[in-house]
Antibody, heavy 120, light 108 residues
Framework: QVQLRESGPGLVKPSQTLSLTCTVSGGSISSGGYYWSWIRQHPGKGLEWIGYIYSTGNTYYNPSLKSRIIVSVDTSKNQFFLRLTSVTAADTAVYYC????????????WGQGTLVTVSS | SYVLTQPPSVSVAPGQTARITCGGDNIGEKSVQWYQQKPGQAPVLVVYDDSDRPSGIPERISGSTSGNTATLAITWVESGDEADYFCQVWDSASGHYVFGSGTKVTVL
């Protein structure tokens, strides 16, 4: 059973860069067949897809966030990463990492989520 | 951009059927997913590809689509079904995933 776990600072100052890590266990990112994704949920709100990465490093981003996002992967550590630049209070949210299959547009596995607050 | 519309809340008595709708332009032509989210927890996939269930999801939960509406039905509702439910599609025109705003199911 694949498991995902997010980690990173819970507090980021405005204008700085939010950096999160998703550690995958029970399955290898390098084996292919899956897109590794980031999704966020503003407090009390719905879900917003941020972007995903394939094991080869190919990425696909939400057009509304594309200018501020970098998603990367380290297959040797079985981890993938999110960097979101120039954050504001509007980026305060619970950030989830998740996995979807290449041939199936659904997110079958999710991390437990990590709350990131943007505040000075 | 593509918009999915869900009612904010649905209330249902135990043992009855809860129906949660998700409206979108020609949603019947897309693959629709449904997620259940309980307070403080990550979403859980309960229906994918309109009507398929992942292993471990009870048959009481089912999905369907027709025209501009997708529906998640939960029969024989019990207190453990209280949660927020989100629908989701991939919108090829805008190039990203779209989620509905969520429906809170309350068991009376």
């Amino acid at each position: 059973q694949v498991q995902l776990r997010e980690s990173g600072p819970g507090l980021v100052k405005p204008s700085q860069t939010l950096s999160l890590t998703c550690t995958v266990s029970g399955g290898s990112i390098s084996s292919g067949g899956y897109y590794w994704s980031w999704i966020r949920q503003h407090p009390g709100k719905g879900l917003e897809w941020i972007g995903y990465i394939y094991s080869t490093g190919n990425t696909y981003y939400n057009p509304s966030l594309k200018s501020r996002i970098i998603v990367s992967v380290d297959t040797s550590k079985n981890q993938f990463f999110l960097r979101l630049t120039s954050v504001t209070a509007a980026d305060t949210a619970v950030y989830y990492c998740a996995r979807r299959g290449v041939d199936s547009p659904h997110f079958a596995y999710w991390g437990q989520g990590t709350l990131v607050t943007v505040s000075s | 951009s593509y918009v999915l519309t869900q009612p904010p809340s649905v209330s249902v008595a135990p043992g009855q059927t809860a129906r949660i709708t998700c409206g979108g332009d020609n949603i019947g032509e897309k693959s629709v997913q449904w997620y259940q989210q309980k307070p403080g927890q990550a979403p859980v996939l309960v229906v994918y590809d309109d009507s398929d269930r992942p292993s471990g999801i009870p048959e009481r939960i089912s999905g369907s689509t027709s025209g501009n509406t997708a529906t998640l039905a939960i029969t024989w509702v019990e207190s453990g079904d209280e949660a927020d439910y989100f629908c989701q599609v991939w919108d090829s025109a805008s190039g990203h995933y779209v989620f509905g705003s969520g429906t809170k199911v309350t068991v009376l």
